[in-house]
C-alpha cells in the first residue's frame, strides 16, 4: 500500500476526534469545512476503514477510528518532540522557558531561584505560572508549561508524567505573637478547633495525612476555616487574629510579621511538601528547563 498519509492529515483525524463536529475540528485546523471533509474521507478510503460515525450528535468514532486515533496522537507527539529535539540543540539556553509552580513552591522557591537564574542565565525569558495541581496539568498538556514543581501526592494519576525530586519543605502551625497557645505545653484537637485553621487547598490523601498528623480521627474533623493558596493572605490572617495557618517555615514574611510556631504540636515537624519537578513523560526537557531544575536544587540547599 502506499504510504500517503501525512501529519497534517493525522492532526485532521485527532481534531474530528476530540471536536465531535466537522466545523468545529476545521475551525481549529483552519481549514473549509468542505476541504476538511476532503482530507477525513481521504484518510477512510486510503485505509479502507470507516472512521467516524456520522449523525445527528456529530462524528463519533467507531472502534477502528479509535485505534487508529491513540497511534496517531502518539505520532504527532513523537513528531513534534523531534521537531523540539532538533530546536534544542541549536538553541542552547537562549529563548524563553516557561514553568508552573504550586502555592508554597511557589512562596518559597521561585523568587530566589529566579533571581539565580537571572545570574547564570540572563539570556533566558522566564514566564512561571502558579496554580494548583489540576490547573498546572491543564497548562502542561495544554504545553504552555515544560515542567511545574509541586507536590506528587495532590496527583490523581502520574502515568503520563515523569518527575524528578527537589527538596522537602518543612512546615508549622503558626500563630500570632502573645497567642494563647504559644504557651501550652501540649496542644489538642479541641484547641485548634477552637481557633480555627487555615492553610492551602490539599488533595484528599495529604487532607487525611494532615487530620491525623494533628490529632483528629477523619478528614472531616479538621478545622479548616479558610483555604487560600495565597500564602501571604495566610500569613496575614494569622497576625491579624486568633486564626491559626500552615504554613512553611521558610516562608520570607513569617519573620516580618513576627508570627510564631505552635510547638505544643505533637507532630508538628512530620508537616512538609514533597516539592518535585513534573513534566510529560517522554519529553525531552530543554536546556533552560534542565538549569532551572537544577537551581531549584540549589537555592533549597541554601536555605532559598
Known amino acids: 500500500?502506499?504510504?500517503?498519509?501525512?501529519?497534517?492529515?493525522?492532526?485532521?483525524?485527532?481534531?474530528?476526534?476530540?471536536?465531535?463536529?466537522?466545523?468545529?475540528?476545521?475551525?481549529?485546523?483552519?481549514?473549509?469545512?468542505?476541504?476538511?471533509?476532503?482530507?477525513?474521507?481521504?484518510?477512510?478510503?486510503?485505509?479502507?476503514?470507516?472512521?467516524?460515525?456520522?449523525?445527528?450528535?456529530g462524528a463519533v468514532l467507531t472502534p477502528a477510528g479509535r485505534t487508529l486515533v491513540e497511534r496517531a496522537r502518539r505520532l504527532v507527539f513523537d513528531a513534534d518532540c523531534l521537531e523540539r529535539d532538533a530546536d534544542l540543540l541549536r538553541g542552547g539556553l537562549l529563548g524563553d522557558l516557561a514553568f508552573g509552580a504550586g502555592p508554597v513552591p511557589a512562596a518559597v522557591l521561585v523568587p530566589p531561584l529566579l533571581a539565580e537564574l537571572r545570574r547564570q542565565a540572563p539570556g533566558v525569558v522566564a514566564r512561571v505560572r502558579y496554580g494548583n495541581v489540576?490547573?498546572?496539568?491543564?497548562?502542561?498538556?495544554?504545553?504552555?508549561?515544560?515542567?511545574?514543581?509541586?507536590?506528587?501526592?495532590?496527583?490523581?494519576?502520574?502515568?503520563?508524567?515523569?518527575?524528578?525530586?527537589?527538596?522537602?519543605?518543612?512546615?508549622?502551625?503558626?500563630?500570632?505573637?502573645?497567642?494563647?497557645?504559644?504557651d501550652a505545653t501540649t496542644v489538642t484537637a479541641a484547641d485548634l478547633v477552637h481557633y480555627g485553621l487555615a492553610m492551602v487547598s490539599v488533595s484528599p490523601q495529604l487532607q487525611a495525612y494532615v487530620a491525623q498528623g494533628l490529632g483528629f480521627a477523619t478528614p472531616a474533623e479538621l478545622p479548616v476555616v479558610v483555604e487560600c493558596d495565597d500564602l501571604v493572605t495566610l500569613a496575614r490572617l494569622a497576625a491579624d487574629g486568633d486564626l491559626l495557618a500552615a504554613l512553611p517555615r521558610a516562608l520570607p514574611?513569617?519573620?516580618?510579621?513576627?508570627?510564631?510556631?505552635?510547638?505544643?504540636?505533637?507532630?508538628?515537624?512530620d508537616l512538609y511538601v514533597d516539592a518535585q519537578a513534573v513534566w510529560l513523560r517522554g519529553r525531552t526537557l530543554a536546556p533552560a528547563a534542565e538549569t532551572a531544575i537544577r537551581l531549584f536544587r540549589a537555592v533549597a540547599g541554601s536555605g532559598g
Do not use: C
Open 134 to 182: 489540576d490547573s498546572l496539568l491543564t497548562l502542561l498538556t495544554d504545553e504552555a508549561i515544560e515542567f511545574f514543581v509541586a507536590d506528587p501526592r495532590m496527583l490523581t494519576d502520574a502515568s503520563r508524567l515523569e518527575m524528578a525530586p527537589v527538596t522537602r519543605i518543612r512546615g508549622a502551625v503558626y500563630a500570632r505573637a502573645g497567642h494563647p497557645l504559644l
Open 1 to 57: 500500500m502506499e504510504r500517503i498519509v501525512n501529519l497534517r492529515q493525522l492532526s485532521h483525524l485527532i481534531a474530528l476526534a476530540d471536536e465531535g463536529r466537522f466545523v468545529a475540528a476545521a475551525e481549529r485546523v483552519h481549514l473549509s469545512q468542505a476541504a476538511f471533509s476532503r482530507s477525513i474521507q481521504a484518510l477512510e478510503a486510503h485505509w479502507g476503514l470507516r472512521l467516524f460515525e456520522r449523525g445527528p450528535l
Open 253 to 269: 514574611i513569617i519573620q516580618t510579621l513576627g508570627l510564631q510556631p505552635v510547638r505544643g504540636l505533637k507532630t508538628m515537624s
